[in-house]
């Protein structure tokens, strides 16, 4: 039987039309626009692979035009009509601050950086 690791938006359409049955999503809670598929965790799987994608700027960005812009990026992720156009991706558009998008990335690697060292993989 054929079977795929990928991320959410390169089988969210397929799965919605009939075409695979996505198993499980990596994260501690179903996507809201996929709610049938169940997480590894509900799956009987102990892991949790959540992926998020953000926006980042060069160093030396000054802190108002950073801020207007997370602020913008923010409220964008709120509109209904974005929103839904995330949510069919597979996606859960959260709209963090930058401070909680630090936070997400600092624990994130403090969670992975171990694993991937004892693994032994080696960037290119």
Do not use: C
Request: net charge positive; proline share 6%.
């Amino acid at each position: 039987m054929p079977a795929g690791v990928a991320t959410i938006t390169d089988f969210a359409e397929l799965h919605r039309a009939g075409k695979i049955r996505m198993l499980a999503i990596g994260g501690n809670v179903r996507a809201e626009g996929l709610s049938d598929v169940p997480t590894f965790r509900e799956a009987g799987y102990d892991t949790d692979g959540t992926t998020w994608i953000g926006l980042h700027a060069p160093a030396g960005v000054p802190r108002a035009t950073f801020d207007r812009l997370a602020s913008a990026i923010g409220g964008a992720m709120r509109e209904p009509e974005i929103r839904a156009r995330f949510l069919k991706l597979g996606f859960d558009p959260t709209g963090t601050t930058p401070r909680q998008f630090e936070k997400i990335i600092r624990d994130d690697r403090a969670k992975w950086e171990p694993i991937i060292r004892a693994s032994g993989f080696k960037q290119d």
